[in-house]
């Protein structure tokens, strides 16, 4: 087999496993898997470590207290000494409730499979496996060690599986993450914005509104400037964006407000831009004489630079072509656990999952019919590095 039709024969091997792609996608969409509530996630962790075990790979359960466990699954194709390592990464847990499927249930109409957490990522997993697979079949020389790491917490924010997470990138010469894809076309996402949450807290001084205002510092009134400060710092066309979406203070309306708290969400599409925000964040002073301002939070996740996945981007768009596929890429709002990993310099390429929409939604959905040539592509990479 030559170089280049590699990519090819991976795609053959699974364009006849659809079906089989899609039964185990419902197996895994049954097994509902809320990141809050960990004896269901365990299930749907028990299931997918089932199907590795099946496939001779190694599997490790890493015990969880509070949270789903997660799943550390180590593969390589030699007896020989593997030269590096490539990490696989995704998440199986979903942010639909236990019963959710009653009201959303997993169904196939119109070539897509909809069902809570199909896009948003159990299709990516099941992609993930399905390339394993064909690796194995073709007996492509893969020479580095591949380890797939599947979390339990991505969507709260990955606090139990970020060491976990790092760790393994910290290893790894590429991180390959399978977050849906963006858009009809199945875009990549080879930049996230960096993401944070901040509160600010005013406190002021209360008093009466009508026989003693003078002696009151209103809590309120000077949260409002400073969240009109806030709204100068966003600037849409260099991706950077500050809002104040919750805001709550005062007691009654013949009391100056005491107490007043916003919690703001940021992003930024640079690191020295999100260092900008924090620094500017820690620098605000009250402007009303008497108040008082305590600022917590800030950024979670690191942007996700472009810098860091453009040399694999090419390779992806390369092997896309071999397959006859085309691929594009797309800068992503939200963030991942890619930005973990980008954010260590390992170079990174996420939306490498399902094709479809929907994601957080009543109509998630997976375009089934793509999910053998983004298994290829997986396996391609894999095969590649
Ligand atoms: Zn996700």
Redesign the pocket.
Same mark, same amino acid.
Do not use: K, Q, Y
């Given at each position: 087999m030559t170089e280049s039709s590699v990519p090819a024969a991976l795609l053959q091997i699974l364009q006849p496993r659809l079906q089989q792609m899609v039964s185990m996608l419902r197996a895994f969409v049954l097994a509902e898997s809320p990141s809050l509530e960990k004896s269901p996630a365990d299930r749907c962790c028990a299931i997918v470590a089932e199907e590795w075990h099946k496939r001779g790979a190694r599997v490790e359960r890493l015990a969880q207290k509070h949270r789903g466990d997660h799943l550390r699954i180590t593969w390589q194709a030699q007896k020989s000494r593997p030269a590096g390592q490539l990490l696989v990464l995704g998440?199986y847990d979903t942010v639909y409730a236990i019963g959710t499927l009653a009201k959303m249930p997993f169904r196939i109409s119109g070539g897509k499979a909809y069902g809570p957490g199909t896009f948003?990522?159990k299709a990516g997993i099941v992609q993930a496996l399905f390339a394993l697979d064909a690796l194995q079949q073709t007996q492509a020389a893969v020479r580095k060690r591949v380890v797939f790491l599947w979390t339990s917490d #991505?969507?709260i924010g990955s606090e139990s599986s970020r060491k976990l997470i790092e760790t393994e990138a910290r290893r790894s010469d590429a991180v390959f993450v399978l #977050?849906?894809s963006l858009g009809p076309r199945g875009l990549l996402k080879t930049a996230r914005k960096g993401v944070g949450e901040a509160e600010i807290i005013v406190h002021g001084r209360a008093s009466h509104a009508g026989l003693a205002p003078e002696q009151g510092v209103n809590a309120v009134h000077e949260l409002a400037r400073q969240i009109a400060r806030l709204e100068q710092w966003n600037d849409l066309r260099r991706g950077i964006s500050v809002n104040a979406d919750v805001i709550e203070g005062g007691t009654r309306v013949n009391v100056v407000a005491e107490r007043a708290r916003a919690v703001i969400d940021l992003r930024a599409l640079r690191l020295s831009d999100m260092r900008q925000i924090e620094k500017r964040l820690r620098a605000l002073r009250p402007i009303k004489r008497g108040a008082r301002l305590e600022i917590r939070g800030g950024f979670n996740r690191a942007p996700m630079e472009r810098k860091v996945s453009a040399a694999l981007f090419a390779r992806a768009k390369l092997l896309a072509t071999q397959m006859g596929v085309t691929i594009g890429e797309c800068v992503a709002g939200g963030g991942?656990d890619g930005n973990l990993t980008a954010a260590l310099g390992i170079p990174t390429l996420d939306g490498l999952g399902a094709v479809g929409d929907g994601?957080h939604s009543g109509h998630e959905h997976v375009v089934v019919k793509t999910m053998p040539e983004r298994a290829a592509l997986l396996a391609a990479l894999l095969a590649d590095g």
């Open positions: 998440h948003d990522m #991505e969507e #977050e849906p991942s994601a």
